[in-house]
């Protein structure tokens, strides 16, 4: 490569009107660097991606009210149970960035590939 360092991109996307599972999977896209010519899959990608007016995102009235995220303690009577409307409601950015973690490649990139999202 010719002694020159890759430049940071900066990949802006607009959640407004969007439904939130085609946003997450354009989100894992853009973050592996799939849009770029020099994409390597053994490479993280130096593409940098702000989610902006998440709080306006479509939601499916199906899977708002009816599913549901289980957690366990391991202990005696810990299992922990939250809607999806209401950890949306508490916190859309946490939300998201489960959904677009589950999206990217399950191996050593995967964590380096994830602290490149941000919100506003």
Same mark, same amino acid.
């Given at each position: 490569?010719? %002694? !020159?360092?890759?430049?940071?991109?900066?990949?802006?996307?607009? /959640?407004?009107?969007?439904? *939130?599972?085609?946003?997450? @999977? #354009?989100?894992?896209?853009?973050?592996? %660097? !799939?849009?770029?010519?020099?994409?390597?899959?053994?490479?993280? /990608?130096?593409?940098?991606? *702000?989610?902006?007016?998440? @709080? #306006?995102?479509?939601?499916?009235?199906?899977? !708002?009210?009816?599913?549901?995220?289980?957690?366990?303690?391991?202990?005696?009577?810990?299992?922990?149970?939250?809607?999806?409307? #209401?950890?949306?409601?508490?916190?859309?950015?946490?939300?998201?960035?489960?959904?677009?973690?589950?999206?990217?490649?399950?191996?050593?990139?995967?964590?380096?590939?994830?602290?490149?999202?941000?919100?506003?």
């Amino acid at each position: 490569m010719n %002694g !020159k360092q890759p430049t940071k991109i900066d990949i802006t996307v607009e /959640a407004r009107g969007k439904s *939130l599972g085609r946003l997450a @999977s #354009e989100v894992a896209h853009l973050l592996q %660097g !799939k849009h770029l010519a020099s994409y390597r899959p053994n490479k993280p /990608a130096l593409a940098y991606v *702000l989610v902006t007016h998440l @709080s #306006e995102v479509k939601l499916d009235p199906v899977s !708002k009210d009816g599913k549901v995220y289980y957690r366990s303690s391991l202990r005696p009577g810990g299992l922990k149970k939250r809607s999806f409307n #209401e950890w949306f409601q508490k916190d859309p950015q946490e939300v998201t960035r489960h959904m677009v973690y589950g999206m990217l490649p399950k191996n050593k990139l995967r964590k380096i590939l994830i602290k490149h999202l941000t919100f506003i």
